[in-house]
């Protein structure tokens, strides 16, 4: 086995995080750093890592000298922390490594474009209510049962399997599940063969009608979800009907009751910022989403059409190369699905360090944007004021976008404020 001290280069990242909480709870000396804890030491994930027994330092601070540091693609070779390092792991080797190390009964691995966050948390939830001890590893906070995206047990180990880096191609689960197939971090010609190559390997395949068709064309049998025509939990959004069924297909796969199921499912929390009502009464609600492709932006848009009121959407681009590749396609969206009384408000893109072509801005998105009032503005602060004078006149808002944390708490603030209100 490795190196028993492990040292999270970006410990803050939605993958980089569960993985150290679930090393920190096999019994590993975890440790790491991230350049968003060092802007804000006030970031209430930094005291729950440290009260699970995780130290974290400030970057190049030299905690990973004589660790193995565990880096995503997303950190350069460069970066200060990986020079002390004893040796270098990507994060997705350091994932196989760890099932490696516990040996669960079985591995359920959740793909696709879309919905496999929230899926993967309702396989995980299905399981810990129908008694299977289960480890969970998703890129989403689950309320109740795993806050920071991880879940240790010595059950069946459901895991959320990330496609953007490639790395997806390195497991080989007893249960595949594939959510749905567009166009993303990758071209549509490649997420094709990466998720069939994913299929490929798996023993059992259960897949959506939407990504049905790949694996029919590559000859592999599958077991395709029906979404139900009542819904089984009471979450927004026809997707999570898709995500429901996939879920429960799932459990049965994994020898449990399609009652015990769907009846784990009737009180399920949700994950935290997917479409996740913070506030909500007759005139005014506040929503927090993660939706940042053209495809999840329609999808949350769609879904939010059944408040039945006027939308501001504060929309933050989560990257320099999405935005440049999705410009036409976001413009396209909220065009299509907001109303003239409706309000598009943007913010500057999210900024993760690194080399990035900085020449592309937000302002690319709104060029393309044709119908709904549409403006720019330069930081949160300002997105807030203009969001309170929406709330002030009635209607719903939503915060949206990927990657920073101070989204989830601009849409906290909101609903605070409103709150005190009321």
Request: include cysteine; aromatic fraction near 6%; glycine fraction near 10%.
């Given at each position: 086995?490795?190196?028993?001290?492990?040292?999270?280069?970006?410990?803050?990242?939605?993958?980089?995080?569960?993985?150290?909480?679930?090393?920190?709870?096999?019994?590993?000396?975890?440790?790491?750093?991230?350049?968003?804890?060092?802007?804000?030491?006030?970031?209430?994930?930094?005291?729950?890592?440290?009260?699970?027994?995780?130290?974290?330092?400030?970057?190049?601070?030299?905690?990973?000298?004589?660790?193995?540091?565990?880096?995503?693609?997303?950190?350069?070779?460069?970066?200060?922390?990986?020079?002390?390092?004893?040796?270098?792991?990507?994060?997705?080797?350091?994932?196989?490594?760890?099932?490696?190390?516990?040996?669960?009964?079985?591995?359920?691995?959740?793909?696709?474009?879309?919905?496999?966050?929230?899926?993967?948390?309702?396989?995980?939830?299905?399981?810990?209510?129908?008694?299977?001890?289960?480890?969970?590893?998703?890129?989403?906070?689950?309320?109740?049962?795993?806050?920071?995206?991880?879940?240790?047990?010595?059950?069946?180990?459901?895991?959320?399997?990330?496609?953007?880096?490639?790395?997806?191609?390195?497991?080989?689960?007893?249960?595949?599940?594939?959510?749905?197939?567009?166009?993303?971090?990758?071209?549509?010609?490649?997420?094709?063969?990466?998720?069939?190559?994913?299929?490929?390997?798996?023993?059992?395949?259960?897949?959506?009608?939407?990504?049905?068709?790949?694996?029919?064309?590559?000859?592999?049998?599958?077991?395709?979800?029906?979404?139900?025509?009542?819904?089984?939990?009471?979450?927004?959004?026809?997707?999570?009907?898709?995500?429901?069924?996939?879920?429960?297909?799932?459990?049965?796969?994994?020898?449990?009751?399609?009652?015990?199921?769907?009846?784990?499912?009737?009180?399920f929390p949700g994950v935290a910022r997917r479409l996740q009502i913070l506030f909500r009464d007759s005139q005014r609600a506040v929503i927090d989403d993660f939706a940042h492709n053209p495809e999840k932006?329609?999808?949350?848009?769609?879904?939010?059409?059944?408040?039945?009121?006027?939308?501001?959407?504060?929309?933050?681009?989560?990257?320099?190369?999405?935005?440049?590749?999705?410009?036409?396609?976001?413009?396209?969206?909220?065009?299509?699905?907001?109303?003239?009384?409706?309000?598009?408000?943007?913010?500057?893109?999210?900024?993760?360090?690194?080399?990035?072509?900085?020449?592309?801005?937000?302002?690319?998105?709104?060029?393309?944007?044709?119908?709904?009032?549409?403006?720019?503005?330069?930081?949160?602060?300002?997105?807030?004021?203009?969001?309170?004078?929406?709330?002030?006149?009635?209607?719903?808002?939503?915060?949206?976008?990927?990657?920073?944390?101070?989204?989830?708490?601009?849409?906290?603030?909101?609903?605070?404020?409103?709150?005190?209100?009321?």
């Amino acid at each position: 086995m490795f190196n028993k001290k492990l040292y999270f280069v970006g410990i803050g990242g939605s993958g980089m995080m569960p993985l150290a909480l679930l090393y920190a709870s096999a019994g590993f000396e975890v440790s790491g750093s991230d350049r968003s804890f060092d802007k804000d030491p006030s970031d209430e994930r930094l005291s729950l890592l440290k009260q699970n027994g995780i130290s974290v330092f400030r970057e190049g601070q030299g905690g990973s000298v004589g660790a193995c540091a565990v880096v995503s693609t997303a950190i350069e070779s460069s970066h200060p922390d990986i020079a002390g390092a004893l040796s270098i792991e990507h994060r997705s080797l350091a994932l196989k490594n760890l099932l490696k190390e516990l040996r669960p009964s079985e591995t359920i691995m959740v793909a696709g474009s879309s919905g496999k966050t929230t899926t993967t948390a309702m396989i995980g939830w299905i399981l810990e209510r129908c008694g299977y001890d289960p480890l969970i590893y998703l890129g989403g906070e689950l309320n109740g049962i795993a806050p920071l995206g991880a879940r240790f047990g010595r059950g069946i180990a459901v895991l959320e399997i990330d496609e953007s880096d490639g790395s997806i191609e390195k497991f080989s689960p007893d249960i595949g599940v594939l959510t749905s197939i567009s166009e993303d971090h990758k071209p549509l010609n490649e997420i094709e063969l990466l998720f069939s190559n994913f299929m490929s390997k798996s023993k059992k395949r259960i897949v959506s009608k939407n990504a049905e068709y790949l694996l029919r064309k590559n000859g592999l049998n599958c077991e395709t979800a029906d979404e139900f025509a009542i819904p089984v939990s009471g979450l927004l959004g026809g997707f999570n009907r898709v995500n429901e069924a996939l879920a429960v297909r799932t459990a049965m796969c994994a020898g449990i009751t399609e009652a015990c199921a769907k009846n784990a499912l009737k009180d399920f929390p949700g994950v935290a910022r997917r479409l996740q009502i913070l506030f909500r009464d007759s005139q005014r609600a506040v929503i927090d989403d993660f939706a940042h492709n053209p495809e999840k932006v329609a999808a949350s848009l769609l879904a939010l059409r059944k408040l039945e009121m006027r939308l501001m959407v504060i929309f933050q681009p989560h990257g320099y190369g999405p935005t440049k590749m999705h410009a036409k396609g976001f413009g396209k969206v909220f065009s299509e699905m907001l109303l003239d009384k409706d309000r598009l408000v943007m913010l500057p893109i999210f900024d993760a360090g690194g080399t990035a072509d900085r020449s592309v801005k937000s302002e690319m998105i709104i060029e393309n944007v044709k119908g709904p009032d549409c403006i720019s503005v330069k930081d949160k602060d300002e997105a807030y004021s203009k969001g309170i004078e929406f709330l002030n006149a009635g209607g719903a808002l939503v915060v949206m976008g990927a990657r920073d944390h101070g989204l989830k708490k601009l849409a906290l603030k909101f609903a605070r404020k409103i709150k005190l209100e009321v």
